[in-house]
C-alpha cells in the first residue's frame, strides 16, 4: 500500500489535516502525521510526534517552548521534520509527502521536502504559493498548489482544492510504489543552459554531445534554472557544463527579474568541472509584463517576449561589464575552459536581421572576454556564425568533449 507522510502543526491545523487523512484514507493510501507543531496541544493524535521532530533536529521541545522565540522554533522544528522524511524514506516508509500552511507551515514542511529526492512525490498546499516560492522550491521538485484562502479550516473554497491535493498526492505516491527501480544509466552527465532565444543553438549541441554518449540536463535560465545548475554543479554531479545562455547575468547586472544571483557562473569552475561558456542571450535584460517595464530603460527596444516576459536590449556600457563579469568569473576556474564567441549574433533576436542585431555591441562583450581572459589558462575561440547556427553548437559540444576527454 502507497504510504503519504503528512507534516504539519498540529495544533493549529490539527482540523485540516484529521481531513487530510480521513481523505487519503479513503482512497486506499496509508498514512504517516508527523506533528511539528510547538505551542498549542497537539488537536489531533500523531504517529511522529513533536517531542521525536525536536529530537531528530537536536533539540529539547520543552527548553524550545520556554525561549518563547517562533522563528527558532520554525527552523528546528524543520530541521527535525527534514531528518524525520528522510529517515521514512530510507526505511520504504514514504511514497509521497503533502503538507498545508501558511508561511510557517510552509517553510517547515518545504524543508523536510527539499530533503528528499528528485522524484519522490511532494505536494505543498499553501496560502503563500501565488507569490515568490523560489524560498519554498529552492531546487526541488515541490509541487506548490495555492491555497486561495487561509488555512483556516475546510469550507467550500478551501475543500475541493484540498481535495485535489489528496487526490493528486494519492495518485502519484501509488505510481511511484509501483514504479519499477530504475534502469542503470552510466552516461556522464552534462548540464546546459537554455533559453527560449537560445533553443536552436543548444539543441544542436544537445543532439551532438547525446551522439557523443552523454546524457544532457538542460536548465531553463529563468533564475531558478540557473541556480539549480550551480547547486548541483557544486556537488559535483556534472562532468561537464556547456553554459551558452547567461541572460541570467545580465538580469543580476541591470535589475531584471530573471537573476540567478551574484554567484552564477562560479559553481563549475570552483568544482574543477570542465566547461564550455558562451555569452548566448547577454544581448537583453528580461523584464515582466509591458506595463511593469521600468521607466528608465522605456527609451530602449522594448519587445513583448509572452504576455510575461518583456525584454529590453542592453547597451554598450552594460555590454562591457558582462563581458568583463563573464571573464572575472572564468578566471577562477580550477578546471579546463573555454569561451567560444558567435561573432554573428547572441539570441533568435540577435541574429542577422534580427531586431537586437548589432555588431558592435557585440563586440562590445567579445573585446572584455577577450581583455579580462588574456594571459589566463582559459580558452578563447571566435566563430564566423550567430549561436543558433547549428554549426555553432555542434563545435561548442565537440570542444567540451575534448576538454572532458582531456584533450583540451
Known amino acids: 500500500m502507497a504510504i503519504v ?94 503538507a498545508l500552511g501558511g508561511s510557517g507551515g510552509t517553510s517547515i514542511a518545504t524543508r523536510a521536502m527539499r530533503a528528499l529526492p528528485l522524484g519522490v512525490p511532494k505536494v505543498m498546499v499553501s496560502s503563500m504559493a501565488s507569490g515568490d516560492v523560489a524560498p519554498y522550491v529552492g531546487s526541488s521538485d515541490i509541487t506548490m498548489m495555492y491555497s486561495v484562502v487561509d488555512i483556516a479550516g475546510v469550507n467550500r473554497v ?42 536552436p543553438g543548444v539543441d544542436a549541441a544537445r543532439a551532438r554531445l547525446t551522439e557523443l554518449g552523454y546524457e544532457v540536463l538542460v536548465f531553463h535560465a529563468s533564475g531558478a534554472g540557473g541556480r539549480t545548475l550551480e547547486t548541483l554543479a557544486e556537488q559535483r554531479l556534472f562532468a561537464g557544463v556547456l553554459d551558452l545562455t547567461l541572460c541570467e547575468l545580465a538580469d543580476d547586472l541591470c535589475g531584471g527579474i530573471l537573476t540567478a544571483g551574484p554567484d552564477r557562473l562560479l559553481a563549475a569552475g ?15 535584460v528580461k523584464f515582466g509584463p509591458l506595463d511593469t517595464v521600468p521607466e528608465r530603460v522605456l527609451d530602449r527596444d522594448v519587445r513583448v517576449h509572452n504576455p510575461s516576459i518583456s525584454v529590453v536590449r542592453t547597451t554598450a556600457e552594460e555590454c562591457a561589464e558582462l563581458g568583463a563579469r563573464v571573464a572575472a568569473k572564468l578566471r577562477t576556474a580550477s578546471g579546463p575552459t573555454a569561451v567560444c564567441l558567435p561573432l554573428r549574433g547572441l539570441s533568435t533576436l540577435g541574429a542577422p536581421g534580427g531586431p537586437y542585431h548589432d555588431p558592435m555591441l557585440d563586440e562590445a562583450v567579445f ?15 571566435e566563430f564566423d556564425t550567430h549561436l543558433n547556427d547549428p554549426t555553432f553548437g555542434r563545435a561548442a559540444a565537440d570542444l567540451l568533449h575534448r576538454l572532458i576527454e582531456g584533450r583540451g
Open 5 to 98: 507522510v503528512l507534516v504539519g502543526t498540529l495544533d493549529t491545523k490539527g482540523l485540516e489535516y484529521g481531513w487530510l487523512r480521513a481523505r487519503l484514507e479513503s482512497r486506499g493510501v496509508e498514512v504517516i502525521m508527523v506533528d511539528a507543531g510547538v505551542i498549542g496541544a497537539p488537536r489531533i493524535p500523531a504517529d511522529v510526534s513533536r517531542a521525536e521532530v525536536a529530537r531528530a533536529a537536536g533539540v529539547d521541545l520543552d527548553g524550545l517552548r520556554s525561549e518563547g522565540d517562533r522563528g527558532a522554533a520554525v527552523t528546528a522544528m524543520a530541521r527535525g521534520a527534514a531528518e524525520i522524511v528522510r529517515r521514512l524514506h530510507a526505511e520504504g516508509r514514504l511514497h509521497g509527502v503533502l
Open 158 to 199: 478551501s475543500a475541493p482544492i484540498l481535495a485535489n491535493a489528496v487526490d493528486a498526492v494519492a495518485g502519484m505516491a501509488r505510481g511511484f510504489e509501483a514504479a519499477a527501480p530504475p534502469v542503470p544509466d552510466d552516461r556522464p552527465l552534462v548540464a546546459a543552459s537554455m533559453a527560449g532565444v537560445t533553443t
Open 270 to 284: 570552483r568544482a574543477g568541472i570542465p566547461q564550455v561558456v558562451s555569452p548566448g542571450a547577454l544581448d537583453m
Open 367 to 381: 573585446d572584455a572576454v577577450k581583455d579580462g581572459l588574456r594571459g589566463s589558462p582559459v580558452d578563447v575561440v
